[in-house]
């Protein structure tokens, strides 16, 4: 399923919320959330997060494929909010693979901070059909149209965009980037946490949690 030109990248490690033993079941009967880190980070950041979410899905913490220091990358280095293209559209197709190689499941909704968050918007502009609800935490938009989005712009599925105004990190191309097109292809929620920087706070994720319980379960 390979969309660019970059070699395979495969998803070879994740947190579950559910033992192996009750997975198959829980996955047909109750809706997957999947929780992509950011940039240099591991899978069992955001896994910590998961108390904190509802409790009714079934919740997969990724760690991306790239090593990258102490921890992992969904794209080699690049100026924050900027990843080349190709290597942004391998990263997606090992998520989505991923994916494919699951026992039947259900509503699937997507969670993702910083660079995760931008792999979020690339899934479903990949598979526009394939996701209930994104949400998006001091992320972006990945530069440059892919064919999804004209599906995208039609069904305008929900999508959370939280983020301080201030954030040090994420260039401001890719926010005016990610805001216009979240406006033309989503149903967006956007939401401002002035003071977190790059980082999630506790009110951000009541808000996802409300969000998700609305959209996703």
């Known amino acids: 399923m390979t969309h660019g030109a970059r070699p395979d990248l495969i998803i070879t490690t994740a947190v579950w919320s559910v033992p192996e033993a009750q997975r198959a079941e829980a996955l047909a009967t109750r809706p997957l959330l999947v929780l992509m880190h950011g940039r240099g980070s591991h899978e069992r950041d955001l896994a ?5 979410l509802p409790a009714e899905a ?6 991306a494929p790239i090593p990258m220091g102490d921890g992992f990358s969904w794209f080699p280095p690049a100026q924050p909010g900027l990843p080349d293209p190709i290597d ?50 001091s992320g972006f938009v990945v530069a440059g149209e892919l064919p999804g989005d004209a599906v995208l712009a039609t069904l305008r599925p929900p999508l959370f965009w939280g983020r301080d105004v201030a954030d040090p ?19 967006p ?9 790059h980082s999630i706070s506790r009110e951000e994720l009541d808000d996802v949690s409300e969000f998700l319980a609305a959209t996703v379960l």
């Not at 079934?58 to 760690?63: A, K």
């Not at 969670?111 to 059909?129: C, D, I, K, Y």
């Not at 929620?189 to 920087?197: A, D, L, N, S």
């Open 169 to 187: 990190v994420i260039v401001q191309s890719a926010i005016d980037r990610t805001a216009a097109w979240v406006s033309t292809h989503t149903t």
């Open 189 to 197: 929620v956007v939401r401002e946490y002035p003071g977190v920087g």
């Open 88 to 137: 942004a559209a391998a990263a997606t197709d090992a998520v989505l693979a991923f994916l494919d190689a699951l026992p039947t499941v259900g509503q699937v909704g997507l969670l993702g901070f910083s660079q995760g968050g931008a792999m979020v918007t690339q899934l479903v502009r990949f598979a526009p059909e394939r996701f209930a609800a994104g949400v998006v935490l």
């Open 58 to 63: 079934v919740v997969v913490s990724l760690r």
């Open 48 to 52: 910590s997060l998961i108390p904190l």
